[in-house]
């Protein structure tokens, strides 16, 4: 019997460390990817009927990163809903709405990544350009 190697020792050891050092850089990596990984943000405009179209940029750090443009078909559907995929972060949403004379009119509102649930901007009733 005193042939026999048992598993418990330095090599043994060593690899447990190993295999601990693995799990906690998996974990940190897992976390870092996890911070800047896009997610799906879902938003709703509620707007006017008399709006025709809406434009929407969305800027972080005043680049644009993505956008959305949506026309009106039915006068009678006030809100417009859309899933966009932005990185966790501050983002600034600029919206023009278009009326049927063609004309726009800018509005700015915050987003922030992530957000729980649905993110509402009202835009109803807005005939002047926001701050």
Known sequence: MSGLRTNIGP??????????????????????????WPRDVEIAYTVDAHVTGIAVDYLQEGDGVASVRFK??????????HMVRLQPGAYEARIILYSSDGSGVEHRRRLQVPAPGLNRFDLKEATKRSE
């Not at 601990?20 to 940190?28: E, R, S």
């Not at 009106?72 to 809903?81: C, G, K, S």
């Open 11 to 36: 090599s043994s050891t060593k690899r447990r460390i190993a295999t601990l050092i693995a799990i906690i850089g998996l974990l940190v990596v897992g976390n870092h990817l996890a911070s800047i």
């Open 72 to 81: 009106q078909p039915d006068a009678n559907r006030t809100v417009l809903r």
